[in-house]
């Protein structure tokens, strides 16, 4: 029995001492992840901030497709990568100081919580637009009767709250002290990483895998149907109004499919490979290569804040109409008070 209990201790105290080893290793190329998130959040910030902003603008004068289960969806993704973008200066005043936290606790923990509700938002909400958009094609009279305004507006809330309720373990991850200094975006022990291997596994089910393969099923049946429909009206019968719908459809699925193979689905495979490496023990320099590989594929799922507004821009028309006017109006407002500042101008050197 103590010699049972002993070697118990001797196998959890190696266990112990390794993780803390590879603790150790992978915080020795710490220089390479700040670098690579200060370079790739200098360029998201501005674009992320401006773009989301500047949809969500664009969808509230698009007064007549207010009433669009798609345009309810696409503004609540908008908000999403909006509020995830204002969290981005304090993650870049993190990095300049290459690794020290200089703010409040529960700030660290606000964004390393606002990034989970960021991307798994953001994959639930492309999913839901998926399938309204499968519906509108292939069911248009279930799409109608179901994809109301309101029933779109309390999904999205849904959403929100499923998210937000399921991300909430993120929030117990906040300021720790690692060589003297306070840091924020990392585990606060070794020991906490098996609870963030549980954590990345519920996540990738529920919050990447199926939302995956609802989106494959229903591209396959759309892709189906659009082929179907061309076969049978053929280019020279088919109507202006069926050209775009079917464009506008080939758009979102070739953007959402290129969203989730460049930005979603790196980052979780890598993730799990690198927890797995952490937990199990695994030789250092294939932790590091594995660290490093984490990095470039969060900074590919950071992203997906600025791919979307791209999204809005290709796969919606009345998008697009709404966003020339705006330019066209802002110009004509930027000529209107150069002119007249130019008569101005002129009226007092007559003077």
């Given amino acids: 029995m103590n010699e049972s209990l002993l070697t118990t201790t001797a196998v959890a105290s190696n266990n112990s001492s390794v993780m803390v080893g590879l603790h150790t290793c992978f915080h020795n190329d710490d220089a390479f992840k700040y670098r690579a998130y200060t370079f790739t959040y200098l360029l998201l910030f501005p674009v992320a901030f401006l773009c989301n902003i500047g949809a969500l603008a664009v969808f509230l004068l698009q007064s007549s497709r207010r009433s669009s289960a798609s345009c309810v969806v696409m503004m609540n993704l908008a908000l999403s990568d909006g509020s995830f973008s204002l969290t981005l200066p304090l993650r870049l005043a993190y990095y300049f100081r290459s690794g020290v936290w200089d703010f409040p606790d529960w700030l660290c923990r606000l964004c390393v919580y606002g990034f989970y509700v960021n991307l798994y938002t953001s994959i639930l909400f492309l999913t839901l637009l998926s399938v309204l958009r499968w519906l509108a094609v292939a069911r248009p009279l279930r799409h109608r009767s179901l994809a109301t305004p ?61 939302p995956f393969l609802t989106i494959i099923v229903c591209y396959s049946r759309l892709v189906r149907r659009l082929m179907a429909r061309s076969d049978l009206h053929g280019s020279s019968v088919s109507s202006k109004a069926r ?109």
């Fill in 150 to 210: 309101t029933r779109t507006l309390l999904l999205c809330l849904g959403v929100w709250l499923f998210v937000g309720v399921s991300s909430a373990p993120f929030l117990s991850n906040g300021v720790t002290i690692r060589a003297g200094f306070p840091r924020c975006f990392e585990p606060s022990s070794p020991s906490s990483w098996g609870r963030v291997l549980i954590l990345n596994y519920v996540a990738l089910a529920l919050g990447f895998l199926c």
């Fill in 243 to 351: 050209r775009r719908n079917r464009q506008r459809s080939v758009h979102l699925v070739t953007m959402v499919t290129a969203t989730f193979l460049f930005c979603f689905l790196p980052y979780h495979v890598i993730r799990s490979l690198h927890l797995h490496a952490v937990c199990g023990g695994w030789n250092c320099s294939l932790t590091v290569a594995l660290q490093r590989a984490v990095v470039v594929t969060l900074c590919l799922a950071a992203s997906n804040s600025v791919v979307n507004p791209v999204l809005y821009y290709y796969s919606t028309r009345t998008f697009r109409n709404n966003m020339r006017d705006a330019h066209s109006s802002l110009l004509s407002s930027r000529g209107g008070s150069f002119r007249s500042g130019l008569a101005l101008v002129r009226r007092r050197n007559t003077t």
